[in-house]
């Protein structure tokens, strides 16, 4: 596990597996998810993986109304929003994801500081399998 290399497509493949996989300096312990092949902090290249519990809190939040084409494919836009925010988890790393188990067409009932867990949105099969983190409320 820790052999992966530190980039993108390692992170995909360990969200595949329903791991939150980022990245720590060696140097400096920042942690960064998705994973950094640099320390955002000092620019070290020695970096780690590190595991995520997956337990967060939300510190901020939108409501989509105008998707983007791969969620519109997906159903989403002006009648169906869905909610994009930003999450920190127990670990003291922030991370932007879904949020979802909410009612995105009512933002304003969506409390600021709410307890979330991860959860894993998966589409495709095998090699194709792609999968997406989000927290739920
Ligand atoms: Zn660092």
Redesign the pocket.
């Known amino acids: 596990m820790a052999t992966k290399p530190l980039n993108d497509t390692s992170y995909g493949q360990f969200l595949n597996e329903r791991k939150i996989m980022g990245s720590r300096?060696?140097?400096?312990?920042?942690l960064a998810l998705p994973p950094r092949p640099i320390?955002?902090?000092?620019?070290?290249s020695d970096?780690e993986w590190v595991e995520f519990k997956g337990k967060a809190k939300l510190c901020a939040l939108t409501s989509i109304v105008v998707a983007p084409p791969a969620m519109a494919r997906e159903g989403f836009g002006r009648d169906n929003p869905y909610v994009v925010g930003v999450v920190e988890l127990d670990e003291g790393v922030k991370a932007v994801a879904r949020i979802i188990g909410v009612d995105a067409k009512k933002p304003e009932t969506i409390q600021v500081g709410m307890p979330l867990h991860a959860d894993f949105l998966s589409k495709g099969e095998g090699a194709e399998k792609q999968t997406a983190l989000a927290f739920k409320a």
């Open positions: 300096c060696k140097a400096c312990r920042t320390c955002n902090a000092c620019h070290s970096l």
